[in-house]
């Protein structure tokens, strides 16, 4: 019973790695939808192997080392793999030149701003009750959201028309990861209504963008959750 007690979440969070590596896969074949259907997995997973853990007393620094590898492929490659097929059909950047660099492989500076965040992330403590920068899995939702979107029902499809666009998209959803931006944790410091506004807002705020925009909200929820963060600043500690 020990056994399955201390390894519970980490079999939870090495179950998050494998979805990760399979929605990867099906990514780069072309099927969104199974790739959705693992990012929901693994966000799911994510979650519950941290509940798991404290509910268990089951924390360990091996847990926390293996919470940030599933992550790094689930959070990490996806979105950065989501960006190079975004970016594919623009070619090289100079066209005319012998230069074999093309404009796709920028895409992947998002998984390496991905490796980056949960690096510091681990080495920080202040983020207890909020985030510093864009977390992994609310960046992954909206990058892959986005495109999801554009692909399925076309949605969206004018921010995918313009390579230069999704460069700066590339390069701003890159410097979120790692930003000084204080962002909104659904974590409880304590009870007091006047402590939880941000995160009232937040809920209350995404509940709206959802009944209106339906699964098209999804990554509007993220651009929400960027905006009602930067509002709040002086409240999040």
């Given at each position: 019973?020990?056994f399955?007690?201390?390894?519970?979440?980490?079999?939870?969070?090495?179950?998050?790695?494998?979805?990760?590596?399979?929605?990867?896969?099906?990514?780069?074949?072309g099927?969104?939808?199974?790739?959705?259907?693992c990012?929901?997995?693994?966000l799911?997973?994510?979650?519950?192997?941290?509940?798991?853990?404290?509910a268990?007393q089951?924390?360990?620094?091996l847990?926390?080392?293996?919470?940030?590898?599933?992550?790094?492929?689930?959070?990490?490659?996806?979105?950065?793999?989501?960006?190079?097929?975004?970016?594919?059909?623009?070619?090289?950047i100079?066209?005319?030149?012998?230069?074999?660099?093309e404009v796709?492989?920028?895409g992947?500076?998002?998984?390496?701003?991905?490796?980056?965040?949960l690096a510091i992330?681990?080495?920080?403590?202040?983020?207890?009750?909020?985030?510093?920068?864009?977390?992994?899995?609310?960046?992954?939702?909206?990058?892959?959201?986005?495109?999801?979107?554009?692909?399925?029902a076309?949605?969206?499809?004018?921010?995918?028309?313009?390579?230069?666009?999704l460069?700066?998209f590339?390069?701003?959803?890159?410097?979120?990861?790692?930003?000084p931006?204080?962002m909104?944790?659904?974590?409880?410091k304590?009870?007091?209504?006047q402590?939880?506004?941000?995160?009232?807002a937040?809920?209350?705020?995404s509940?709206i963008?959802?009944?209106?925009?339906?699964?098209?909200?999804?990554?509007?929820?993220?651009?929400y959750?960027?905006?009602?963060?930067?509002?709040?600043?002086k409240q999040?500690n």
């Amino acid at each position: 019973m020990n056994f399955i007690k201390n390894n519970l979440a980490n079999a939870l969070t090495l179950g998050n790695l494998f979805s990760g590596c399979v929605g990867a896969i099906h990514l780069i074949l072309g099927d969104y939808q199974i790739t959705a259907i693992c990012i929901i997995v693994s966000l799911v997973l994510d979650f519950f192997d941290g509940f798991v853990a404290r509910a268990l007393q089951s924390n360990s620094n091996l847990g926390v080392q293996l919470d940030s590898l599933a992550d790094m492929v689930s959070f990490g490659l996806i979105p950065g793999l989501t960006m190079y097929a975004a970016l594919e059909p623009f070619g090289k950047i100079l066209s005319e030149t012998e230069l074999p660099f093309e404009v796709k492989y920028l895409g992947l500076f998002v998984t390496l701003f991905s490796c980056l965040r949960l690096a510091i992330f681990n080495l920080d403590e202040d983020q207890k009750y909020y985030f510093k920068g864009l977390n992994t899995p609310s960046n992954t939702i909206l990058i892959f959201g986005l495109y999801y979107a554009q692909k399925g029902a076309g949605d969206f499809t004018f921010l995918f028309e313009n390579p230069l666009f999704l460069v700066l998209f590339t390069a701003i959803s890159s410097w979120l990861l790692i930003s000084p931006i204080k962002m909104i944790a659904m974590k409880f410091k304590s009870m007091k209504l006047q402590d939880n506004y941000p995160k009232l807002a937040l809920l209350i705020g995404s509940i709206i963008i959802l009944i209106i925009f339906k699964t098209v909200g999804i990554p509007l929820i993220i651009i929400y959750y960027i905006v009602i963060s930067i509002i709040f600043q002086k409240q999040l500690n």
